[in-house]
C-alpha cells in the first residue's frame, strides 16, 4: 500500500486552478477510480494512462487504486491532468519517490504509446503553477515557449511519459532535458518575431478619404465604428486594414491575449507570445455563445478572442437578434460575465467593434448603376433588425461611398498603414501621458468633468447646442467627448477645439450635418 501526490490544473474560464492529485494503491481487486468531480475527459484518462504506462513499460500497480483530485467541490475538464495522474499513481506505487513527484507539477494528455501531447492553456497553466511554487514544472515540450513567459517557474519540456519519469527520478536526466529544452528555446526565441504589417495596407484602398479618417480615429481612441453602403464599395476591404494601423501589443497585453488564445485552442504548436492586435470575424450564423462566449462547459466567444483588437461584423443586420444584444454588455464594459450554477466567470472583451452593412438586402439601394429591387416594407424590416440601444454603443458611423470609375487603376496610390500607424501610436501616447496624470492608469476617460476642462469655450458651447436639441443623450454625450478627445490627440494632443468637436458630432450623428 501507498499514497502519493502532485500538482495538477484544471482550466476554469481563461484561468487555470491548482489542483491536488492524489493516489492511493491498495489491497483489493484491479482497478482504477477517479474521484473529485472529473468530467468525461478526465474519467476517460483511465484508459489512456494504463495504456501509456504499460506502453512505456511501467505498468501500473495490479491493485485497487484511487485518484482523488482536490478542491473535490470544482468540475475538471479536458485531458490535461492525464501526465499528474500517471505520475501520482506511479509514486504510490513505488516506481518514482513520493517526495519529487509531491513537490513537482505536470500538465500534457497522454497517448496511448506514451507520447505527452499538448494541451490548451499552457501559459494558464504555468501561472497557476506559480502561485503554489512547485520545484519543477513539467510540460510538453511543444508548450515549452508559452510556460517560458511565467517567471518564477521551472519548466521542462517532456515528449513521452518515460522523460517525465527520468525527469524527477534521475538528476542527470532531468539536467539533460532542461539544457535541450533551452536549446530549443534559443533555436526559435523566447518571442514570437511577429511583423506589424501582418494585415493588407491601407495603401491598397482607393479613394475612401472619409472612411479611413474614421478607421484612424477608431485605432487611435479604440472606438466602435459602423461601416455603412452601398455592396461593393469597399467596407470590408477597409475593415480588415485596421488592424495594420493599431499599435504591437504592450507586454501585458500580449500575455492576456496569448492566455485567451491557448485556452481557446487557438495557438499553433510551439508557439509563443502573440505580439499584433487579433482580427476576427465571425460569419453571421454565428449562435449568441459563439460570439460572447458560454456553453456547457463555458469557453471565451469572439468578442473575448477579439480583445485588444478588432472584431468584425459583416452583414450586420444578418446576426441574430439575440446575438447581437448580447454584444451590449461587452461593449459597454469590457468584460463578459458568464454566470451558472457553480459560480460565474468572468472573460475579457475590450475590444474595438467594426460593423458594416447594406443600405438596404439587396444592397444597391440609392445606386446610379444598379437597381434596387427591395420592397419599401423590406428596407424597414432589414433596418429594425438593430437596436437603438446597440447603435447607441456605436461611436462613430461611416458613410462609405461609391468610388469613381476607373479610380481602381490607382490602387496602392494613398497613405500607407505603417504612416497612419505612426500617427495613432503619437495619439495613444498623448492619451497615455495624460491618463497618469489625471485618469490612472487604464487611460479610460470616465470622468465627464475631467475631459470638459481640457475643452475650449467654442468646444463647449457646441456641445451645448447638441445637448439642447435632443440630438445626444447621456451616453451619446460621453461618447462624443471621447472621440473629439482622440481627434484633438491625432492633432498632436493639447486643448480640444470646436473643429474636434464638429467633426465627432458629425461621425457621431451623420443625419444632422449641422448643429448651428
Same mark, same amino acid.
Given at each position: 500500500?501507498?499514497?502519493?501526490?502532485?500538482?495538477?490544473?484544471?482550466?476554469?474560464? /481563461?484561468?487555470?486552478?491548482?489542483?491536488? %492529485?492524489?493516489?492511493?494503491?491498495?489491497? +483489493?481487486?484491479?482497478?482504477?477510480?477517479?474521484?473529485?468531480?472529473?468530467?468525461?475527459?478526465?474519467?476517460?484518462?483511465?484508459?489512456?494512462?494504463?495504456?501509456?504506462?504499460?506502453?512505456?513499460?511501467?505498468?501500473?500497480?495490479?491493485?485497487? /487504486?484511487?485518484?482523488?483530485?482536490?478542491?473535490?467541490?470544482?468540475?475538471?475538464?479536458?485531458?490535461?491532468?492525464?501526465?499528474?495522474?500517471?505520475?501520482?499513481?506511479?509514486?504510490?506505487?513505488?516506481?518514482?519517490?513520493?517526495?519529487?513527484?509531491?513537490?513537482?507539477?505536470?500538465?500534457?494528455?497522454?497517448?496511448?504509446?506514451?507520447?505527452?501531447?499538448?494541451?490548451?492553456?499552457?501559459?494558464?497553466?504555468?501561472?497557476?503553477?506559480?502561485?503554489?511554487?512547485?520545484?519543477?514544472?513539467?510540460?510538453?515540450?511543444?508548450?515549452?515557449?508559452?510556460?517560458?513567459? !511565467?517567471?518564477?517557474?521551472?519548466?521542462? $519540456? !517532456?515528449?513521452? &511519459?518515460?522523460?517525465?519519469?527520468?525527469?524527477?527520478?534521475?538528476?542527470?536526466?532531468?539536467?539533460?532535458?532542461?539544457?535541450?529544452?533551452?536549446?530549443?528555446?534559443?533555436?526559435?526565441?523566447?518571442?514570437?518575431?511577429?511583423?506589424?504589417?501582418?494585415?493588407?495596407?491601407?495603401?491598397?484602398?482607393?479613394?475612401?478619404?472619409? =472612411?479611413?479618417?474614421?478607421?484612424?480615429?477608431?485605432?487611435?481612441?479604440?472606438?466602435?465604428?459602423?461601416?455603412?453602403?452601398?455592396?461593393?464599395?469597399?467596407?470590408?476591404?477597409?475593415?480588415?486594414?485596421?488592424?495594420?494601423?493599431?499599435?504591437?501589443?504592450?507586454?501585458?497585453?500580449?500575455?492576456?491575449?496569448?492566455? /485567451?488564445?491557448?485556452?481557446?485552442?487557438?495557438?499553433?504548436?510551439? =508557439?509563443?507570445?502573440?505580439? #499584433?492586435?487579433?482580427?476576427?470575424?465571425?460569419?453571421?450564423?454565428?449562435?449568441?455563445?459563439?460570439?460572447?462566449?458560454?456553453?456547457?462547459?463555458?469557453?471565451?466567444?469572439? %468578442?473575448?478572442?477579439?480583445?485588444?483588437?478588432?472584431?468584425?461584423?459583416?452583414?450586420?443586420?444578418?446576426?441574430?437578434?439575440?446575438?447581437?444584444?448580447?454584444?451590449?454588455?461587452? &461593449?459597454?464594459?469590457?468584460?463578459?460575465?458568464?454566470?451558472?450554477?457553480?459560480?460565474?466567470?468572468?472573460?475579457?472583451?475590450?475590444?474595438? &467593434?467594426?460593423?458594416?452593412?447594406?443600405?438596404?438586402?439587396?444592397?444597391?439601394?440609392?445606386?446610379?448603376?444598379?437597381?434596387?429591387?427591395?420592397?419599401? =416594407?423590406?428596407?424597414?424590416?432589414?433596418?429594425?433588425?438593430?437596436?437603438?440601444?446597440?447603435?447607441?454603443?456605436?461611436?462613430?458611423? /461611416?458613410?462609405?461611398?461609391? %468610388?469613381?470609375? $476607373?479610380?481602381?487603376?490607382?490602387?496602392?496610390?494613398?497613405?500607407?498603414?505603417?504612416?497612419?500607424?505612426?500617427?495613432?501610436?503619437?495619439?495613444?501616447?498623448?492619451?497615455?501621458?495624460?491618463?497618469?496624470?489625471?485618469?490612472?492608469?487604464?487611460?479610460?476617460?470616465?470622468?465627464?468633468?475631467?475631459?470638459?476642462?481640457?475643452?475650449?469655450?467654442?468646444?463647449?458651447?457646441?456641445? #451645448?447646442?447638441?445637448?439642447?436639441?435632443?440630438?445626444?443623450?447621456?451616453? +451619446?454625450?460621453?461618447?462624443?467627448?471621447? %472621440?473629439?478627445?482622440?481627434?484633438?490627440?491625432?492633432?498632436?494632443?493639447?486643448?480640444?477645439?470646436?473643429?474636434?468637436?464638429?467633426?465627432?458630432?458629425?461621425?457621431?450623428?451623420?443625419?444632422?450635418?449641422?448643429?448651428?
Amino acid at each position: 500500500m501507498g499514497t502519493a501526490a502532485t500538482w495538477g490544473f484544471a482550466l476554469a474560464g /481563461i484561468e487555470a486552478v491548482p489542483i491536488r %492529485v492524489e493516489a492511493h494503491v491498495r489491497r +483489493g481487486l484491479p482497478g482504477l477510480t477517479v474521484v473529485g468531480l472529473p468530467g468525461s475527459a478526465v474519467r476517460e484518462a483511465r484508459e489512456r494512462v494504463r495504456s501509456a504506462a504499460a506502453s512505456s513499460l511501467l505498468p501500473l500497480p495490479l491493485q485497487r /487504486i484511487t485518484v482523488n483530485l482536490s478542491p473535490g467541490d470544482l468540475r475538471k475538464e479536458g485531458a490535461g491532468l492525464d501526465l499528474s495522474v500517471a505520475l501520482a499513481i506511479l509514486a504510490a506505487g513505488g516506481l518514482l519517490p513520493a517526495g519529487l513527484a509531491r513537490d513537482s507539477g505536470a500538465v500534457g494528455e497522454l497517448s496511448l504509446d506514451g507520447t505527452v501531447r499538448p494541451v490548451r492553456g499552457i501559459l494558464s497553466h504555468a501561472e497557476a503553477a506559480q502561485r503554489v511554487s512547485p520545484g519543477l514544472l513539467l510540460v510538453p515540450v511543444e508548450g515549452l515557449r508559452e510556460a517560458a513567459q !511565467v517567471e518564477g517557474v521551472r519548466a521542462i $519540456g !517532456v515528449r513521452s &511519459l518515460l522523460e517525465a519519469i527520468l525527469a524527477l527520478r534521475d538528476p542527470k536526466a532531468r539536467i539533460r532535458l532542461e539544457q535541450r529544452g533551452n536549446r530549443w528555446l534559443r533555436q526559435r526565441g523566447r518571442f514570437d518575431d511577429s511583423p506589424i504589417d501582418i494585415a493588407p495596407d491601407m495603401s491598397e484602398v482607393t479613394g475612401q478619404e472619409a =472612411a479611413k479618417r474614421a478607421l484612424e480615429i477608431a485605432a487611435a481612441g479604440g472606438h466602435h465604428a459602423l461601416l455603412y453602403g452601398q455592396a461593393g464599395v469597399g467596407k470590408t476591404m477597409l475593415a480588415r486594414r485596421l488592424p495594420g494601423i493599431l499599435p504591437p501589443l504592450q507586454p501585458q497585453q500580449a500575455l492576456e491575449v496569448t492566455r /485567451i488564445w491557448s485556452v481557446a485552442g487557438l495557438m499553433p504548436p510551439g =508557439a509563443a507570445l502573440i505580439r #499584433h492586435a487579433p482580427f476576427r470575424a465571425p460569419h453571421h450564423s454565428a449562435s449568441r455563445p459563439a460570439l460572447v462566449g458560454g456553453g456547457s462547459v463555458p469557453r471565451p466567444g469572439e %468578442v473575448t478572442l477579439a480583445h485588444h483588437g478588432v472584431l468584425f461584423l459583416d452583414e450586420l443586420p444578418e446576426f441574430s437578434r439575440e446575438s447581437l444584444e448580447s454584444l451590449r454588455q461587452p &461593449l459597454e464594459e469590457g468584460e463578459v460575465v458568464v454566470s451558472r450554477g457553480s459560480g460565474s466567470l468572468r472573460f475579457p472583451a475590450r475590444c474595438t &467593434l467594426v460593423a458594416a452593412m447594406n443600405p438596404c438586402p439587396c444592397g444597391f439601394k440609392g445606386s446610379t448603376a444598379r437597381d434596387c429591387t427591395c420592397a419599401e =416594407a423590406a428596407v424597414l424590416r432589414y433596418r429594425d433588425r438593430l437596436s437603438g440601444a446597440l447603435l447607441d454603443r456605436i461611436d462613430l458611423q /461611416i458613410e462609405v461611398g461609391a %468610388v469613381e470609375p $476607373g479610380a481602381f487603376m490607382r490602387a496602392g496610390s494613398g497613405e500607407s498603414s505603417a504612416a497612419i500607424r505612426e500617427r495613432v501610436v503619437e495619439a495613444r501616447r498623448y492619451a497615455q501621458d495624460r491618463a497618469l496624470n489625471e485618469l490612472g492608469a487604464d487611460g479610460r476617460l470616465e470622468d465627464s468633468r475631467v475631459i470638459l476642462s481640457q475643452f475650449s469655450s467654442s468646444a463647449r458651447r457646441l456641445l #451645448h447646442r447638441a445637448l439642447s436639441r435632443d440630438f445626444l443623450g447621456g451616453r +451619446g454625450y460621453m461618447r462624443v467627448l471621447r %472621440v473629439a478627445r482622440t481627434i484633438a490627440d491625432l492633432d498632436h494632443g493639447g486643448e480640444v477645439a470646436e473643429q474636434h468637436v464638429s467633426e465627432a458630432l458629425l461621425l457621431r450623428l451623420p443625419d444632422h450635418r449641422r448643429v448651428a
